[in-house]
């Protein structure tokens, strides 16, 4: 389903507001030509386990492992380390670095999480379902 969304995508938004088409085929193909010329064989990519979209199911980097290992004649190995791992889940793994320092919001004000895009939800709903006191710093809440 492709969604018609304006502007950055709000803290009720459907997650596929969120969608950039063929975003892991590019980064992994930038990166898979980089390896390759680099005589490396395996490469990684932070995706977690509940990403709804298309490029980034087990079929997909199927499929790409062995058409890039293809297309460069180099074998080619794609490991996803979070792939079965939550944001929450990693917001408790992460729970002893300054998580406060981090950013993920689409609009942040004056050095703030928004709070109000869908990246401050998906953030908010991480800490909250970690049961890890968020440290972070909004300009707003919705």
């Not at 997909?60 to 293809?70: K, M, R, V």
Request: net charge neutral; with cysteine; hydrophobic share 35%.
């Amino acid at each position: 389903m492709v969604y018609q969304c304006e502007g950055i995508p709000g803290y009720h938004d459907p997650d596929g507001c969120w969608e950039i088409p063929g975003r892991n085929i590019i980064l992994l193909s930038k990166v898979a030509v980089w390896a390759h010329l680099k005589g490396i064989s395996c490469i990684g990519l932070g995706s977690l386990a509940n990403n709804p979209f298309p490029d980034a199911t087990e079929e997909f980097f199927n499929s790409i492992e062995a058409t890039l290992s293809i297309g460069l004649k180099h074998p080619l190995r794609v490991v996803r380390p979070f792939a079965k791992v939550t944001k929450a889940e990693i917001v408790s793994l992460g729970s002893h670095p300054p998580l406060g320092s981090t950013i993920s919001c689409a609009r942040p004000v004056e050095g703030k999480h928004c709070g109000v895009c869908g990246k401050c939800r998906e953030r908010i709903d991480a800490f909250t379902e970690s049961g890890v006191p968020d440290p972070t710093a909004y300009a707003d809440r919705v």
